[in-house]
């Protein structure tokens, strides 16, 4: 079963970026789009980016428009997250993961920490 793991966040103070990356242990065959998601203390999952994972058509919470980009790797089944100008609303925990639809897969991986601090 194809799993993600996520990899890049850290530490950064507002307006820094960081550049977070999902790596999917096997084949996304049969997964229509590839999704971050993000989960601050005390509040809901919720879903961040998504791109195609044929022809790349990608979309974004308003929150993050023009700021954040999701991006296809070179490397197989890689997908990346920079996060430009970043505020401490961004502070969550960010989550790669496959989804069928909308629909993601119901398991989740171990997520990055992003801390967005003075």
């Known amino acids: 079963q194809v799993q993600p793991v996520e990899s890049g966040g850290g530490l950064v103070q507002p307006g820094g970026s960081l550049r977070l990356s999902c790596a999917a242990s096997?084949?996304?065959?049969?997964?229509?789009?590839i999704g971050w998601y993000r989960q601050a203390p005390g509040k809901q999952r919720e879903l961040v980016a998504t791109?195609?994972?044929?022809?790349?058509?990608?979309n974004y919470v308003e929150s993050v428009k023009g700021r954040f980009t999701i991006s296809k790797g070179n490397a197989k089944n890689t997908v990346y997250l920079q996060m430009n100008d970043l505020k401490s609303e961004d502070t969550a925990i960010y989550y790669c993961n496959f989804l069928i639809g909308s629909v993601p897969r119901p398991s989740w991986g171990q997520g990055t920490q992003v801390t967005v601090s003075s």
């Open positions: 096997g084949s996304l065959l049969g997964f229509h789009k």
């Open positions: 791109i195609h994972t044929i022809g790349g058509v990608t």
